[in-house]
């Protein structure tokens, strides 16, 4: 079974509904959730970080050039920080596939 | 081993548990099982038992403070019946679904409305999709036995389940009886500390019971399923070693005169002792009859069964319960051993009587009703179900 989901065959899922193993809901792949995904103009971005506030999940780090990058294994396309952005850099593009 | 004393099964029961040494008892009075608990809070106030007695506001939070109390590691036990199931009952998916072996006594009783407190197994009967180990008394020995059993099997780690213990309110749970009491030494012998497999420990943190999505659920309910299916051979095979040492020997389904019989009724709980003494009668009169009774009813003993009925012609099958499925299927218990025909391809007649409902007595006239009607039956033609000893 694909690890990279957290998904396990009912064998080997941990006894009694418990989770043995702390912080595994990293692994947890949300990203197949996602309808649209969020892109930033790095024209208009100020790097000012309000869209790593407000993402209610993990997809926003700061990289090497003060930029905030997403990692789509996690993103939901919830679209909050493209509502959130003050200088509308973020759009919602649709997923085709 | 000790001499049979006269003791209320109320009590009796309750002492069993304290001599099993539980950690912890959570549990709110509700009548008939009120003298289970108010003992056991006895035995903790006066200084003989060592164990935590959680006076809780609630069945809700009884089952709660179990979940807790057995997810710590603590030998836990509660005590309920009727509305009190009702109200803890969405608990009790929980406690099972995390394998936690906690013993509850379930003095039966029938549900509300119209409000009563006297006995049948309406609350039996809602249990039994809820993934417990369900045993089924049928007198005072055996209500002292199974909660003593129920400990056993609860805990071995093959089964790691919660057990209940039935026993019918009032007939039984209120009932001066003569029972042998195990004694602390012969307990210790038989039921080892209680060893979690996984427990609540601050050292060694885990979570019990998180959120799933699509993707684990079906995976979880797979798991707990084939938990609860290999749970019957160790049932039976703890019930073998209580009988080398207590000399009692309990089986899942439990026969009499059943070997020879034209007519088998089937039947669960303390009424099989009426229909023994009803089957006495009949066979009295040249009537090959014989009685099942279904001691293990979660998991359900469909093979067994199926040994102790496959000889009959005409089967009569007694439900203590409304299921209000709208008439054209039979009662619960009904219901289980028509699977099990079917799937055996074995196609007797079949009666199945509503009885004993609320409380109202099932004589051994009331059995040679049911047995009669069967017998008589033109090319088998039966309702899915009847109610008997109703007033027209």
């Known amino acids: ?97 | 081993m000790s001499k049979p004393i006269g003791i209320e099964v109320s009590i009796a029961v309750a002492e069993a548990v304290g001599l099993c040494d539980v950690d912890v008892v959570a549990a709110y009075p509700i009548t008939p099982q009120t003298h289970i608990v108010e003992h056991l809070a006895e035995l903790v106030a006066d200084g003989h038992l060592d164990a935590d007695f959680v006076p809780v506001e609630s069945e809700h939070s009884a089952m709660s403070a179990c979940i807790g109390s057995s997810a710590a590691g603590a030998r836990t036990f509660t005590s309920t019946c009727s509305q009190g199931y009702a109200l803890m009952s969405e608990l009790c998916y929980i406690a099972s679904a995390l394998r936690l072996p906690i013993v509850m006594a379930v003095a039966n009783r029938a549900l509300s409305a119209p409000i009563t407190i006297l006995n049948d197994h309406a609350d039996l009967m809602y249990a039994r999709d809820t993934g417990w180990i369900q045993l089924i008394a049928e007198d005072g020995q055996e209500a002292v036995d199974m909660s003593v059993l129920a400990f056993r099997i609860g805990e071995d780690k093959r089964v790691s389940l919660p057990v209940q213990v039935n026993l019918d309110g009032f007939t039984m749970s209120h009932v001066i009886e003569p029972i042998a009491m195990p004694d602390q030494e012969e307990i210790k012998r038989f039921l080892p500390p209680f060893k979690p497999v996984l427990r609540l420990d601050p050292a060694k943190p885990v979570t019990f019971g998180p959120v799933v999505m699509s993707d684990v659920y079906t995976e979880a309910r797979k798991a707990q399923d084939e938990a609860l299916k290999a749970t019957k051979p160790v049932i039976q095979e703890l019930f073998d070693d209580f009988a080398r040492q207590f000399g009692r020997q309990y089986k899942l389904v439990e026969t009499y005169k059943t070997e020879d019989a034209d007519t088998i009724i089937v039947a669960i709980g303390s009424i099989a002792q009426t229909g023994m003494t009803a089957v006495d009668t009949m066979r009295a009169k040249g009537k090959k009859v014989g009685i099942a009774r279904i001691r293990v009813f979660r998991p359900f003993p469909g093979a067994e069964l199926f040994e102790a009925i496959k000889g009959a012609k005409n089967l009569v099958l007694l439900d203590r319960v409304t299921s209000f499925a709208g008439g054209e299927i039979s009662g619960p218990v009904a219901l289980e051993i028509k699977s099990v025909l079917f799937d055996n391809k074995r196609f007797p007649t079949v009666g199945n009587f509503l009885v004993g409902l609320g409380g109202r007595d099932v004589t051994g006239q009331n059995f040679e009703e049911m047995v009669e009607r069967v017998a008589s039956a033109k090319n088998g033609d039966l309702p899915a179900y009847e109610f008997i000893n109703v007033r027209e």
């Open chain 1, 1 to 97: 079974m694909a690890k990279e989901t957290g998904i396990k065959s009912w064998k080997e899922l941990d006894f009694g509904l418990t989770i043995t193993d702390p912080g595994c809901a990293a692994e947890l792949k949300t990203g197949d959730w996602r309808s649209m995904r969020p892109e930033t103009d790095r024209e208009k971005c100020t790097r000012c970080g309000q869209c790593y506030i407000f993402c209610p999940d993990m997809v926003y780090s700061k990289d090497s050039e003060g930029y905030y990058a997403q990692n789509y294994y996690w993103c939901k396309g919830c679209g909050i920080c493209a509502r959130e952005c003050p200088v509308d850099a973020i759009t919602m593009i649709e997923e085709v596939d």
